[in-house]
């Protein structure tokens, strides 16, 4: 079993910054690739960004040049550095790993989610 913890999440106003971090641990042979999705209160669950084994990221185009992932692959952690946050980015933020088990199963694991609150 796998478990995600996320932390950073709060309140800001807009134009501020905010640090997401999720700690995975567990029966963990390595992680492939991170997500962080977010779901805003009557919208789906978006990806907003991603970062695969060797550090190829994407981002959706509305958080191009604010947001950037990163990972440390000896803590099993992924970040979201958001910055130049606008009132639309208020949203629960979840984060994604796909695993490679310990028993060399493919699984995938969501954290419990952040909220993400940018007032005007």
């Known amino acids: 079993q796998v478990q995600l913890v996320e932390s950073g999440g709060g309140l800001v106003q807009a134009g501020g910054s905010l640090r997401l971090s999720c700690a995975a641990s567990?029966?963990?042979?390595?992680?492939?690739?991170w997500g962080w999705y977010r779901q805003a209160p009557g919208k789906q669950r978006e990806l907003v960004a991603s970062?695969?084994?060797?550090?190829?990221?994407n981002y959706v185009d509305s958080v191009k040049g604010r947001f950037t992932i990163s990972r440390d692959n000896a803590k099993n952690t992924v970040y979201l550095q958001m910055n130049s946050l606008k009132p639309e980015d208020t949203a629960v933020y979840y984060c994604?790993?796909?695993?490679?088990?310990?028993?060399?199963?493919?699984?995938?694991?969501w954290g419990q989610g952040t909220q993400v609150t940018v007032s005007s």
């Open positions: 994604k790993a796909d695993v490679r088990t310990l028993r060399l199963l493919m699984e995938d694991y």
């Open positions: 567990g029966s963990i042979f390595t992680i492939y690739t």
């Open positions: 970062i695969a084994t060797g550090d190829n990221t």
